[in-house]
């Protein structure tokens, strides 16, 4: 989060105005740089702070948490989002890997958590709700204290992958890209301090994290809210008169199917919703901007790569199925298998050379390519460029699979040929033109006529299927990845 010294001096613009709304709970501007400078205060006194290579958190959603980053970015520590909900043993390993001496864990999760466990490995926990409560008892730090701590240490920060492919990966970068980038953001967005931001995304995730520190750092209020039903993010939408949001496209798309059909224009204050982390399938981005209006905007990107590539209304009229146009301080490759570039609309593995790019993995090799003295971040992510510059999609894979299919394209396909509300295509792990599918109907269909349509529909393309279902519903992530089992 923003540090004290930023909070001081947007105290001076907005002393009173919110800054911060989560549940029940409001604070000015001037309330959010007392609680950081006293939380700065009792984290000093924690045991073996002053060795902490980062702290971590394991809690859903919450004001506190601001006020913890806060306070951590003063003292130039490190403030680490781990998965709640991920299998512990992963979540020890993580600790681990970054050397963590301590852990901010909420109330409603420590429960779940083998305190015994982490004292052995020498890690000590620190429950978030007793840990505020005699918050307004403590002195405010000291500019003094702030820089004798802070002497000795340099800019460090770290991010977790989402795992859902594996153990997730510990991204670090010892340089902050966040002022060229918010700056940007900015004049391309027009974002103001009146903007009033809703966070609904897990916040353990670093582009949650991201855009709620921006907007804080231009004076914006935020929501804080965490995503459960379509109906209660409706309400807080409505209630605080929420201007941007970052939303994955599941939540989107959840949204506007609670409205009747001839309803538009639904939250006339929503003026910015940017989503992106799973496929936008057409359909549902057509929908989503005929009901809400044209606020929605994409984008792509990586926790190793930052953002790269934005797509307003106007490039989604234009190219759907594109995820957007490579911005300034980005550049784009497209490589082959031996890691040749290749020419546009040819589909190969996804390569970024950015300013917001990471320095390496803590627990895994980085995979970098140097062409003409820069270094490129060589994803899993395949796809291709057109002519205009406009990235398109096509699938993760892990390795450069024989046949590089355009998965995107194939699943629009799908979704123009059947009355679906979800489809899932992954290609077979060696490559081949081989795929399992899972669809999800809107109505009841014959099982017959559904296979005897997608084998219709693969021979054109002249791929063979695996496996096929029909599925109730697609398990998601938080963040909109469909759970690979």
């Given at each position: 989060m923003?540090?004290?010294?930023?909070?001081?001096?947007?105290?001076?613009?907005?002393?009173?105005?919110?800054?911060?709304?989560?549940?029940?709970?409001?604070?000015?501007?001037?309330?959010?740089r007392?609680?950081?400078?006293?939380?700065?205060?009792?984290?000093?006194?924690?045991?073996?702070f002053?060795?902490?290579?980062?702290?971590?958190?394991?809690?859903?959603?919450?004001d506190?948490?601001?006020?913890?980053?806060s306070?951590?970015?003063t003292?130039?520590?490190?403030?680490?989002?781990?998965?709640?909900?991920?299998?512990?043993?992963?979540?020890?390993?993580?600790?681990?890997?970054?050397?963590?001496?301590?852990?901010?864990?909420?109330k409603?999760?420590?429960?779940?958590?083998?305190?015994?466990?982490?004292?052995?490995?020498?890690?000590?926990?620190?429950?978030?709700?007793?840990?505020?409560?005699?918050?307004?008892?403590?002195?405010e730090?000291?500019k003094?204290?702030?820089?004798?701590?802070?002497?000795?240490?340099?800019?460090?920060?770290?991010?977790?992958?989402?795992?859902?492919?594996?153990?997730?990966?510990?991204?670090?970068?010892?340089?902050?890209?966040?002022?060229?980038?918010?700056?940007?953001?900015?004049?391309?967005y027009?974002?103001?301090g009146?903007?009033?931001?809703?966070t609904?995304?897990?916040?353990?995730?670093?582009g949650?994290?991201?855009?709620?520190?921006?907007?804080?750092?231009?004076?914006?209020?935020?929501v804080?809210?965490?995503y459960s039903?379509?109906l209660?993010?409706?309400?807080?939408?409505?209630?605080?008169?929420?201007?941007t949001?970052?939303?994955?496209?599941?939540?989107?798309e959840?949204?506007?199917?609670?409205?009747?059909?001839?309803?538009?224009?639904?939250?006339?204050?929503?003026?910015?919703?940017?989503?992106?982390?799973?496929?936008?399938?057409?359909a549902?981005?057509?929908?989503?901007?005929?009901?809400?209006?044209?606020?929605?905007?994409?984008?792509?990107g990586?926790?190793?790569?930052?953002?790269?590539?934005?797509?307003?209304?106007?490039?989604?009229e234009k190219?759907?199925?594109?995820?957007?146009?490579?911005?300034?301080?980005?550049?784009?490759v497209?490589?082959?298998?031996?890691?040749?570039?290749?020419?546009?609309?040819?589909?190969?593995?996804?390569?970024?050379?950015?300013?917001m790019?990471?320095?390496?993995?803590?627990n895994?090799?980085s995979?970098?390519?140097?062409?003409?003295?820069?270094?490129?971040?060589?994803?899993?992510?395949?796809?291709y460029?057109?002519?205009?510059?406009?990235?398109f999609?096509?699938?993760?894979?892990?390795?450069?699979?024989?046949?590089?299919?355009?998965?995107?394209?194939?699943?629009?396909?799908?979704?123009?040929?059947?009355p679906?509300?979800?489809?899932?295509?992954?290609?077979d792990?060696?490559?081949?033109?081989t795929?399992?599918?899972?669809?999800?109907?809107?109505?009841?269909l014959?099982?017959?006529?559904?296979?005897?349509k997608?084998?219709?529909?693969?021979?054109?393309?002249?791929?063979?299927?695996r496996?096929?279902?029909?599925e109730?519903q697609?398990?998601?992530?938080?963040?909109?990845?469909?759970?690979?089992?």
């Amino acid at each position: 989060m923003i540090k004290l010294e930023q909070i001081e001096e947007l105290v001076k613009q907005f002393p009173d105005k919110l800054a911060i709304v989560s549940n029940d709970r409001t604070w000015s501007w001037k309330d959010y740089r007392e609680v950081t400078a006293k939380m700065a205060t009792t984290l000093l006194h924690l045991k073996n702070f002053s060795n902490s290579n980062a702290i971590i958190f394991l809690s859903e959603n919450s004001d506190y948490l601001i006020f913890l980053g806060s306070a951590l970015n003063t003292l130039s520590v490190p403030f680490v989002g781990v998965d709640p909900h991920q299998n512990f043993d992963r979540t020890l390993e993580s600790l681990n890997q970054l050397k963590c001496k301590r852990v901010f864990i909420s109330k409603r999760i420590a429960g779940r958590v083998p305190s015994s466990l982490l004292l052995s490995c020498g890690i000590e926990m620190s429950v978030i709700e007793d840990f505020f409560q005699n918050w307004n008892e403590v002195n405010e730090i000291s500019k003094s204290t702030i820089d004798f701590f802070t002497q000795t240490r340099s800019f460090s920060s770290f991010s977790l992958t989402s795992g859902t492919t594996g153990i997730p990966k510990i991204v670090k970068r010892s340089r902050s890209s966040d002022a060229r980038r918010f700056l940007y953001l900015k004049k391309r967005y027009q974002f103001t301090g009146e903007d009033v931001h809703l966070t609904c995304l897990p916040m353990h995730h670093a582009g949650t994290i991201n855009w709620l520190r921006m907007f804080l750092s231009y004076g914006s209020t935020v929501v804080i809210d965490e995503y459960s039903n379509a109906l209660q993010l409706a309400h807080v939408l409505e209630t605080w008169k929420v201007t941007t949001s970052l939303m994955s496209p599941f939540i989107v798309e959840s949204l506007v199917n609670i409205f009747d059909s001839n309803q538009t224009r639904l939250f006339p204050d929503l003026r910015f919703i940017i989503t992106g982390g799973k496929r936008f399938k057409f359909a549902n981005k057509r929908i989503a901007m005929s009901k809400l209006g044209p606020v929605i905007h994409e984008y792509y990107g990586t926790t190793e790569t930052g953002i790269n590539v934005l797509s307003d209304p106007k490039d989604l009229e234009k190219y759907p199925l594109s995820v957007g146009m490579i911005f300034e301080g980005n550049e784009i490759v497209i490589l082959g298998e031996n890691n040749q570039c290749l020419a546009p609309m040819n589909i190969g593995r996804i390569a970024i050379h950015s300013y917001m790019n990471m320095d390496a993995y803590v627990n895994a090799e980085s995979q970098f390519l140097e062409s003409k003295g820069k270094y490129f971040v060589m994803t899993s992510d395949f796809g291709y460029l057109n002519e205009e510059d406009y990235l398109f999609i096509a699938q993760r894979f892990q390795k450069f699979p024989k046949y590089p299919l355009d998965i995107a394209y194939l699943e629009n396909m799908f979704l123009s040929s059947f009355p679906l509300k979800d489809v899932q295509i992954l290609q077979d792990s060696q490559g081949n033109k081989t795929v399992d599918i899972k669809l999800v109907p809107k109505y009841f269909l014959s099982l017959n006529k559904i296979k005897n349509k997608v084998f219709e529909l693969l021979q054109k393309e002249s791929i063979q299927l695996r496996h096929f279902s029909v599925e109730d519903q697609l398990a998601y992530t938080p963040m909109g990845k469909i759970r690979i089992q």
